[in-house]
């Protein structure tokens, strides 16, 4: 683990510095790149970037020996594939390429919002240095109970998104901030988006697009299984349970939690709206607009 620590740590230094104010690096969101592939891909935590990085690493042949790596395919993108010498050049060096397109899969801001907010109503699986529910939620709890606050004191959804709405997004941790960066005014009309919610449809669009092989069928239930996934109960009243009272801490994966999406929150206008202001670039950007 300390090994794992040093080794994110500095990968993220690195190119903090190379990508200084450029887009390329925010939220600590380096795209996908390799000179086999035929476009960047961006993405974003808690945007179904797991099921991403495994259909990329499988469209290299690498899908394999990444989960030998380790089971969580973060693992040996961090640890083996974007250490890589020169890899932060290749994606500049791409991403300024005016020839190049780049594809970014996105997630209706309203789930993704209530996603975020699980992040911090988890058990903490590393240490506080390396994952951000420690100094997030303790953020979160100050402001809501001062700083006597117990961290795992019970917040409901909507203190969340209250507390969101009065945090300097620029600031936020990605599994919290909005999707959109600042590189993708840059790449404009070279920039193709796909939505998760339509995967692995999706998947065969961007193949069939590029001239891609298609996934083989057992390959494709190896990238789409997940274990970040919670078990679905639409039932309003576990929801407004949520959003008022908020989850047993700390939340765990089988415990009920609704599907929130832009749809389904419009029947609660206060909640809407703060998802709305937080996440305003997303749905200028992405198209999830109430309809």
């Known amino acids: 683990m300390q090994l794992r620590k040093k080794i994110t740590g500095a990968l993220y230094r690195r190119y903090q510095t190379r990508f200084q104010n450029t887009g390329i690096h925010q939220y600590n969101r380096i795209p996908l790149f390799d000179r086999r592939m035929p476009f960047v891909v961006l ?26 790596h380790h089971q969580f395919a973060h693992r040996y993108e961090l640890e083996v594939y974007k250490k890589r010498p020169g890899y932060a050049d290749d994606v500049k060096k791409a991403l ?35 994952y951000p529910r420690h100094y997030w939620r303790g953020r979160l709890i100050k402001w809501l ?11 409901s959804f909507m203190d969340y998104l209250k507390w969101l709405a009065q945090e300097n997004s620029s600031f936020l941790d990605g599994h919290l901030a909005p999707q959109y960066t600042d590189i993708e005014k840059e790449l404009d009309d070279r920039l193709i988006i796909y939505r998760v919610e ?25 990238i789409m299984q997940s274990d970040h996934h919670y078990r679905k109960d639409d039932s309003a009243g576990v929801f407004e349970t949520v959003l008022n009272e908020g989850v047993n801490m ?16 419009q029947s ?10 937080c996440f305003a670039k997303d749905y200028r950007a992405y198209g999830y607009d109430p309809a």
């Open 250 to 265: 700390p939340v765990r994966r089988n415990d009920p939690m609704p599907k929130v999406t832009t749809s389904m929150l």
């Open 145 to 155: 109970y001062g700083s006597s606050g117990d961290v795992d004191a019970r917040v």
């Open 268 to 277: 609660y206008p206060e909640a809407m709206g703060l998802v709305q202001a």
């Open 96 to 130: 300024h390429d005016p020839n190049m397109p780049a594809i970014k899969f996105v997630r209706d801001p309203a789930a993704r919002a209530f996603s975020g907010y699980l992040v911090l109503c988890a058990k903490a699986e590393f240490e506080s240095t390396e």
């Open 198 to 222: 339509d995967l692995p449809d999706a998947f065969t669009m961007v193949e069939q697009r590029f001239g891609l092989t298609s996934v083989e069928p057992a390959q494709l239930d190896r």
């Open 43 to 68: 993405w974003s935590q808690k945007a179904g970037s797991t099921t991403v990085l495994k259909w990329f690493f499988d469209k290299l042949g690498l899908l394999d020996e990444a989960l030998r």
